[in-house]
């Protein structure tokens, strides 16, 4: 199995070729040209999270050696999460929450970034290319912490991380700007999480930047999910979240499963769709947005639109308005590179785009959507706690509103699976709001008294933050992304 660009289909490169450039030359993204099958039975026989790991990216790492994919899972998957890989907790009859944000940065971006470095040492080693690679991030919130966290002092590689500034919560900024290692860097960067991802992408298609860093031994990659390496590691998840169904008995062998998904860049929801092509009894993929809704308009017109207000939600790693992960799915569904090519320029040069009735149908008979807004998630936080005794965050709430939204609706009795994506305590002030308290103004305050109050402890990675030096103040215009991808 080999891999091409959403926008061109005769360039094929190998999977580790596609983890080590991270973009295609021309702007696309890489997808596989085939999905390889999962035996069921025996991937829900594994009897961990790294070994189910271990055989769901043999398959869709070809060309990586499976002692060395089972060695990297092993070291991935241990200790780091506590073990609770991959933990599916029961909320109430048939919703369940798979709780993705036990591992060392507290979000469910650890489970690729975790293990992505590895991916990216052993591609090159795979390729026989031994120059500097340099990785530029942007991020909304999680991924830029989890990035920083896997690729700390990783040998031939430097990392830079770009943040909205007063985009995120403060324990997710003092998160990044408190990281240690001598290859990382963090800027933040005046506008919003698209200002930062366009810019990042403007540098990836710099062809004579490319060709500068080249002439230094250079090479350009990403840590984002439209990076093959950060997407494949999310779909295993969604099989073990199916394996813990049928342990508890809830399912048979075959039966088909929902999960909603809070989501921004549509990439964690994307592995689902990848999970289901694989052979996982996936029904209904619903996609959850907060006010910030562009997906939730495009999954029911098929008018993918961009021109519209920015709002700064409390679920601040949805707030985003290009999703670049649904350029994977929309070449999936027509399965034309120039199609896709033609939808991207609109968006580059209009700011929105149509796709056909068939392909939107296609979509439509997979995908759900709905969005809400924070006064609603709010509510969804106290009533989860109070119906339920289970603490949720902003953006696990948006996504519990609209799972139960869509439950209420269609009389699905299938059970929903709700990604849980990051940690209450990242957003104890929103969360003890919602919970009826007053907010002191400082987060760790805050942390401690929603602690008390739930009788829940705060996760010892979020508070020892407290005090911590910030290594990382510089605040830049997104046209400095360039100038810093010359000289990281």
Known sequence: MQFFSTRNAGSRVSAAQAIVQGLSSEGGLFVPESFPQADLKTACEKASYAELAAYVLGLVLPGYPQEFVAEATEKTYGEAFQGKAGYLRPVNKDLYSLELWHG??????????????????????????SELTYILVATSGDTGKAALAGYQDVPGVKIAVFYPSHGTSQVQRLQMTTQQGDNVAVYAVKGNFDDAQTGVKKVFADQELGRQLAEQNVCLSSANSINWGRLAPQIVYY??????????????MGDAVDFCVPTGNFGDILAGYYA????????????????????????????????????????????????????????????????????????????????????????QEIFSAGCTDDE?????????????????????????????????????????????????????????????????????????????????????????????????????????????????
């Not at 979240?241 to 048979?252: D, H, K, N, S, T």
């Not at 709002?311 to 999936?332: A, F, G, K, Q, W």
């Not at 290594?471 to 830049?476: T, V």
Request: one cysteine or more.
């Open 276 to 363: 289901k092509r694989m052979g996982l009894p996936v029904g209904r993929l619903v996609c959850a947005s907060n006010r910030n809704n562009v997906l939730t308009e495009f999954l029911k017109t098929g008018h993918y639109d961009a021109r519209r207000t920015f709002y700064r939600t409390t679920s601040p790693s949805m707030d985003i308005l290009v999703s670049s992960n649904l350029e994977r799915l929309l070449y999936h569904m027509c399965e034309d590179t120039e199609k896709v090519s033609g939808w991207m320029e609109e968006l580059r040069t209009q700011g929105h785009y149509q796709v056909d009735a068939q392909c939107l149908e296609k979509i």
């Open 104 to 129: 060392p940065t507290c979000a469910f971006k650890d489970y690729a970034l975790q293990i992505m470095p590895k991916l990216l040492v052993k591609g090159k080693e795979l390729l026989g290319r």
């Open 376 to 488: 609603q998630a709010a509510e969804e936080i106290s009533a989860m706690f109070q119906d339920n005794q289970y603490l949720c965050d902003p953006h696990t709430a948006v996504a519990f509103c609209v799972a139960q939204e869509y439950k209420n609706e269609t009389s699905s009795g299938a059970p929903m699976v709700v990604l849980s994506t990051a940690s209450p305590f990242k957003f104890p002030g929103d969360v003890l709001k919602a919970l009826g308290q007053l907010v002191p103004e400082d987060e760790f305050e805050a942390m401690r008294q929603l602690a008390a109050h739930t009788n829940v402890p705060a996760p010892q990675a979020l508070a020892s933050l407290q005090g911590q030096p910030e290594r990382f103040d510089r605040e830049i215009e997104p046209e400095q992304i360039r100038e810093i991808a010359k000289i990281l």
């Open 239 to 252: 099989f073990a979240a199916y394996r813990q169904l049928l342990e508890q008995g809830r399912i048979q």
